[in-house]
C-alpha cells in the first residue's frame, strides 16, 4: 500500500458492540472489544483517509481519526445514516435485539415470602439490520463502498465461506470480511484469519493468522479499488 493512496476518501467505520439497556444500571452487551474497527480506523487515518469513528467500545482514539461515541443499535443508526461517506465499514457487533421497554428506574428484586424466586421476563425486539438500509438506501449502487463483518462458526450446514457467501448475498454489500469464531478465538484476541469475499468474483483471499492491523491493511486493499470519488 502506497502510504497516502486514501487521500481525498471519507470512510466511516463502526465498531465495538452495542449496548442495549434494560434499566439505567444495566444492559444486554456482547464481547466484541472493538479492536479491529479500530485498526481499520487507525490504518485508513495513515494512508490519507478522512475517517469518522463511530463506535460504542472505549478504547483510545487513533491519531486523525473524528470519534463519534453511541452506546445502542439505534443511536449507531441514526449516526451512519447521517453520515455522507465514500466507504462504509460495518465493523461493529451491533445487537440483534434490544429489550422491548427500558425501565426508567433500577429494576428491583420483589420479597414475596410466596414466590421467594420470582424474576422478571426481558421480552426483546428486533434491532434494524443497519448494513441492510444502507444497501437499501444506496442511490448509486457504486458509492458508498459498504463493507460488513461475520463472525461465522462452521457446522453441519457448510463451512465458514458457504456461510459467509451466502450472507454477502443475502446483505448485498461489496465486501463481507468473515472471520472464524468459536472457542475463544477471535472476540479480544490480537490475531485472527479473515477470508475477504467480494460481490463480483467468487474468488476468496485468506489472511492471517494475522494481526488486526494487517488485517485492517488487506481490508482496504481490497477497498481501494472499488472507491470512486467525485
Ligand atoms: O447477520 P450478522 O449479524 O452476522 O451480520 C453482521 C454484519 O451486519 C456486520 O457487518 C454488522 O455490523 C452488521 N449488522 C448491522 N445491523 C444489525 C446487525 C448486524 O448492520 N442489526
Redesign the pocket.
Known amino acids: 500500500p502506497q502510504d497516502d493512496d486514501l487521500t481525498g476518501v471519507h470512510v466511516v467505520v463502526?465498531a465495538g458492540g452495542t449496548r442495549e439497556p434494560l434499566d439505567p444500571v444495566r444492559y444486554l452487551g456482547n464481547r466484541s472489544s472493538g479492536k479491529q474497527g479500530y485498526a481499520l480506523a487507525e490504518v485508513a487515518a495513515r494512508r490519507g483517509a478522512k475517517v469518522t469513528l463511530i463506535s460504542s467500545s472505549s478504547l483510545p482514539t487513533p491519531a486523525g481519526v473524528d470519534l463519534v461515541q453511541v452506546e445502542t443499535?439505534l443511536q449507531?443508526?441514526e449516526q451512519?445514516l447521517a453520515t455522507r461517506a465514500d466507504v462504509v465499514?460495518?465493523?461493529?457487533?451491533?445487537?440483534?435485539f434490544r429489550p422491548a421497554h427500558v425501565s426508567g428506574t433500577k429494576i428491583k428484586k420483589t420479597h414475596d415470602a410466596a414466590d421467594p424466586d420470582a424474576a422478571p421476563t426481558v421480552e426483546l425486539v428486533?434491532?434494524?439490520?443497519?448494513?441492510?438500509?444502507?444497501v437499501q438506501r444506496r442511490a448509486d449502487a457504486s458509492r458508498p463502498v459498504i463493507?460488513?463483518?461475520?463472525?461465522?462458526t462452521g457446522d453441519q450446514n457448510g463451512d465458514v465461506i458457504t456461510h459467509a457467501r451466502a450472507?454477502l448475498e443475502?446483505?448485498g454489500?461489496d465486501l463481507?470480511?468473515a472471520n472464524e469464531v468459536g472457542d475463544g478465538v477471535t472476540f479480544g484476541q490480537d490475531d485472527t484469519t479473515v477470508h475477504l469475499l467480494r460481490r463480483d468474483t467468487p474468488d476468496v483471499t485468506t489472511i492471517g493468522p494475522a494481526s488486526k492491523s494487517a488485517v485492517a491493511t488487506a481490508v482496504w486493499d481490497a477497498v481501494l479499488p472499488l472507491v470512486r470519488t467525485s
Not at 465493523?91 to 440483534?96: E, G, M
Not at 463493507?147 to 461465522?152: I, L, S, T
Open positions: 463502526t443499535a449507531l443508526r451512519v465499514v460495518m465493523a461493529a457487533a451491533v445487537a440483534d428486533r434491532n434494524p439490520d443497519i448494513l441492510v438500509d444502507l463493507v460488513g463483518f461475520a463472525a461465522e450472507k443475502r446483505k454489500c463481507l470480511v
